[in-house]
């Protein structure tokens, strides 16, 4: 396993985009269009997108 797929601290450094959205409270095809829309940040790998968690959780630290 490389480095980058490896867990930390027992969770995966990625989420999908619908566990992103499920952690905003909202549909997989909301999370999906807030991809697309760059409202949620996205890696793209081939054709697989994933959300970075560590943006992701900035992200939602913001507003606090």
Known sequence: MSRRMQKVEGDCLTLSIEEAAA????SRDAG??????????????GR?????RAR???LLNEGE
């Open 23 to 26: 952690k905003l409270g909202v």
């Open 32 to 45: 999906y269009r807030a991809a697309k829309r760059g409202q949620i940040p996205v890696i793209e790998v």
């Open 48 to 52: 697989l997108k994933r959300v970075p």
């Open 56 to 58: 992701f959780e900035r």
